[in-house]
Structures are given as structure tokens and as C-alpha cells.
């Protein structure tokens, strides 16, 4: 994974650490998400030991960029979830990583519905989604080769 989240336990005794970094769209590429267009999260975890157990309790802050359902825009959403949870290794482990469960707290926080808000959609995509046509530029209508076919439907 690229950004560091991999944590050698194995150097830390019993204690409370915290370790920082920075996750990016290449993150969530690694991961195969094509939803995630580009990302720009900062990650705080905090890791406590136990006897076999870890507490990671995870701060993630930023934005991600994704496609809007309604227009297919780019639609930059802010992202600020804190969550936290137990984790065993195997004996003998000397990393425990983090990706994935930054990774599901992220997407997690995401929205189902990912759309602008009212009026921020892309005009000429809101327009043609009302059943005008797209255009070109503002004055030229686009070559539509379907566009016969409205005047059978109106009778014409």
C-alpha cells in the first residue's frame, strides 16, 4: 500500500502510540475502488496494547472526489469519521496494517447518494435529463441522428 499504515507492533510494549498519514486517490486505486476519483485524507491513529489485543481507534479528515449520480460531475465530498476497533494478531506477528480499516471507515462515511446539491449540477446535463436537447455551444444544436424520431412519436 502506499501510504504508511502498516505499524510494527512488535517494537511497541504496552502503552498507547499514535501514528499519522496521508491517504490519497492512489490509496483507494490499490484497492480497486473506482468510485473514489481522488482523495486528499489525513489519518490519525491511535494504537494501544495489550496483552493480545490492540484498541485502534482511527481519526480520517479530508475530501474525496466521486462522480455526481445526477449529472456525472465531479462531486467533492468532505470526509471526517473517527471510529475504533479491537484487533488480535496471530502470535508472534510483528505488523499490524491498517489499510483496510482506514480504507472501510472511509467509504463507510461516504453518502449512498451522491448527487450536488440543487442548482450545482451541470446545466447542460440537467437540461437534456429535462428532456431538451444537449448542445455543442449555447447556439448550435448537437447532430442528433435520433431526433427524427421525436416527430414520429408526436405524430408528426
Same mark, same amino acid.
Given at each position: 500500500?502506499?501510504?504508511?499504515?502498516? *505499524?510494527?507492533?512488535?517494537?511497541?510494549?504496552? @502503552?498507547?502510540?499514535?501514528?499519522?498519514?496521508?491517504?490519497? !486517490?492512489?490509496?483507494?486505486?490499490?484497492?480497486?475502488?473506482?468510485?473514489?476519483?481522488?482523495?486528499?485524507?489525513?489519518?490519525?491513529?491511535?494504537?494501544?496494547? !495489550?496483552?493480545?489485543?490492540?484498541?485502534?481507534?482511527?481519526?480520517?479528515?479530508?475530501?474525496?472526489?466521486?462522480?455526481?449520480?445526477?449529472?456525472?460531475? %465531479?462531486?467533492?465530498?468532505?470526509?471526517?469519521?473517527? /471510529?475504533?476497533?479491537?484487533?488480535?494478531?496471530?502470535? !508472534?506477528?510483528?505488523?499490524?496494517?491498517?489499510?483496510?480499516?482506514?480504507?472501510?471507515?472511509?467509504?463507510? %462515511?461516504?453518502? *449512498?447518494?451522491?448527487?450536488?446539491?440543487?442548482?450545482?449540477?451541470?446545466?447542460?446535463?440537467?437540461?437534456?435529463?429535462?428532456? @431538451? %436537447?444537449?448542445?455543442?455551444?449555447?447556439?448550435?444544436?448537437? /447532430?442528433?441522428?435520433?431526433?427524427?424520431?421525436?416527430? *414520429?412519436?408526436?405524430?408528426?
Amino acid at each position: 500500500m502506499q501510504p504508511n499504515f502498516v *505499524i510494527p507492533v512488535s517494537e511497541l510494549v504496552s @502503552g498507547s502510540f499514535e501514528f499519522s498519514s496521508h491517504a490519497d !486517490g492512489k490509496f483507494f486505486d490499490e484497492f480497486g475502488n473506482t468510485d473514489i476519483l481522488d482523495a486528499s485524507i489525513d489519518v490519525v491513529a491511535r494504537v494501544s496494547r !495489550g496483552r493480545t489485543e490492540f484498541e485502534v481507534s482511527v481519526r480520517a479528515e479530508g475530501t474525496v472526489t466521486l462522480r455526481c449520480d445526477r449529472c456525472l460531475g %465531479e462531486l467533492v465530498l468532505p470526509v471526517d469519521v473517527e /471510529d475504533s476497533e479491537k484487533l488480535s494478531l496471530p502470535e !508472534g506477528a510483528a505488523e499490524l496494517d491498517l489499510s483496510q480499516t482506514v480504507y472501510d471507515f472511509v467509504c463507510t %462515511e461516504l453518502p *449512498i447518494v451522491r448527487c450536488h446539491p440543487d442548482g450545482e449540477c451541470d446545466p447542460e446535463t440537467v437540461r437534456f435529463l429535462a428532456g @431538451g %436537447e444537449m448542445t455543442a455551444e449555447a447556439d448550435e444544436p448537437m /447532430d442528433n441522428p435520433f431526433s427524427s424520431l421525436k416527430d *414520429i412519436l408526436k405524430g408528426k
